[in-house]
Nanobody
Framework: QLKLVESGGGLVQPGGSLRLSCAAS????????IGWFRQAPGKEREGVSC????????NYEDSVKGRFTISRDGTKRAVYLQMNDVKSEDAAVYYC?????????????????WGKGTLVTVSS
């Protein structure tokens, strides 16, 4: 059983940066596609970024392209989401999720394991 724990959320000013972490206990994340998702109040959960298994290159939702970067930790037990030039519309609870198997997509309904989320608040 893969357990995911997000951390790194908090209060950030518009234009600021934040790095979210998704850590796995006891297992390597290299065998899983990892996705970052977010859910703002009153909105559906949406995919933000996804990195396929064994890969170091991610794909991104259009609104975060050029601002967010997904990466894998060298220990293979964590995946990060570097958030730069944060905007007010980025405020949400951010979740990481894992999917076993090949492919570069992270669809909400296809993910096998979910963390409990970390809150990102954007305010000046």
């Amino acid at each position: 059983q893969l357990k995911l724990v997000e951390s790194g959320g908090g209060l950030v000013q518009p234009g600021g940066s934040l790095r979210l972490s998704c850590a796995a206990s006891g297992l390597t994340l290299d065998y899983y596609a990892i996705g970052w998702f977010r859910q703002a109040p009153g909105k559906e959960r949406e995919g933000v970024s996804c990195i396929s298994r064994f890969s170091t290159v991610g794909n991104y939702e259009d609104s975060v392209k050029g601002r967010f970067t997904i990466s894998r930790d060298g220990t293979k037990r964590a995946v990060y989401l570097q958030m730069n030039d944060v905007k007010s519309e980025d405020a949400a609870v951010y979740y990481c999720a894992a999917r076993a198997g090949p492919g570069s997509d992270c669809e909400t309904g296809d993910m096998d394991y979910w963390g409990k989320g970390t809150l990102v608040t954007v305010s000046s």
